[in-house]
C-alpha cells in the first residue's frame, strides 16, 4: 500500500485496518460462491478452477481473466517440471546403468588380474 503513495505520505492504523477487513470481505465473498458450487457439486475440496468460476460468476471478468491466466502459466510450468523430473530420473538411471556396468567391468579385469 505504500509503495503506490508519496514517499512523505502516511497512512493511519484505521486506513490499514479498513483496508485488511474489505480484503478479507472479498476473499471471504469469493470463496463462498465456490464454495456453493462445490457443495452443489458434492466436492469438498475449493480449486483454481472454482475461484476462477466464481470471479466471473460475480462479474468480477478482471479478475477472473488474470487468474485464469495465472493458473494457465501455473499449469505449463508444473507440466515442464514434470517432465524435467521424467528426463532426469531417466538420464540418471542410464548414468548409474553405465557407471554400475564399467564398475562389474573393472572389478572383473580386478579380480582376473589378481587371480594370476
Not at 9 to 22: L, P, Y
Request: glycine share 6%; with cysteine; net charge neutral.
Amino acid at each position: 500500500m505504500k509503495q503506490i503513495l508519496p514517499s512523505n505520505a502516511k497512512i493511519s492504523k484505521e486506513a490499514k485496518q479498513t483496508v485488511q477487513e474489505c480484503a478479507t470481505e472479498f476473499i471471504s465473498f469469493v470463496t463462498c460462491e465456490a464454495s456453493d458450487k462445490c457443495h452443489r457439486e458434492n466436492r469438498k475440496t475449493v480449486n483454481g478452477d472454482d475461484i476462477w468460476w466464481a470471479l466471473s460468476t460475480l462479474g468480477l471478468d478482471n479478475y477472473a481473466d488474470a487468474v485464469g491466466r495465472y493458473l494457465h502459466k501455473y499449469r505449463e510450468a508444473e507440466r515442464e517440471r514434470a517432465e524435467n523430473n521424467k528426463s532426469s530420473n531417466d538420464s540418471g538411471n542410464e548414468r548409474e546403468l553405465n557407471i554400475t556396468s564399467g564398475y562389474s567391468r573393472v572389478l572383473e579385469k580386478g579380480s582376473s588380474s589378481s587371480a594370476r
